[in-house]
């Protein structure tokens, strides 16, 4: 079994910024790529980012030059700095994970979610 807890987000005023982190923990074997996705009301879940076991990273174009996606290998944790945050960056934030367990099964992994509000 594997689990992914998020925390950091928060209500943050526009221009501000603020820091995701993710850690997963249980039955690893390897994790692969890591990143998050958001989802904002009424709106289908979107990714804003994701980084490889290698450190190869992907972010979506809405973010780029304001968000970055870091991890720690040794730590299995992966983090986003968010900075000039906008209204439109209002959203429920989810941790990803690929993850090969104890018995090199590939599956998908997710975090609960964690909320993202930025309003004056």
């Known amino acids: 079994q594997v689990q992914l807890v998020e925390s950091g987000g928060g209500l943050v005023q526009p221009g501000g910024s603020l820091r995701l982190s993710c850690a997963a923990s249980g039955t690893i074997s390897r994790l692969n790529t890591m990143g998050w996705y958001r989802q904002a009301p009424g709106k289908q879940r979107e990714l804003v980012a994701h980084?490889?076991?290698?450190?190869?990273?992907k972010n979506a174009e809405s973010v780029k030059g304001r968000f970055t996606i870091s991890r720690d290998n040794d730590q299995n944790t992966v983090s986003l700095q968010m900075n000039s945050l906008k209204p439109e960056d209002t959203a429920v934030y989810y941790c990803?994970?690929?993850?090969?367990?104890?018995?090199?099964?590939?599956?998908?992994?997710w975090g609960q979610g964690t909320q993202v509000t930025v309003s004056s």
């Open positions: 980084i490889t076991s290698g450190g190869i990273t």
């Open positions: 990803y994970a690929d993850v090969y367990d104890s018995t090199w099964s590939f599956m998908d992994y």
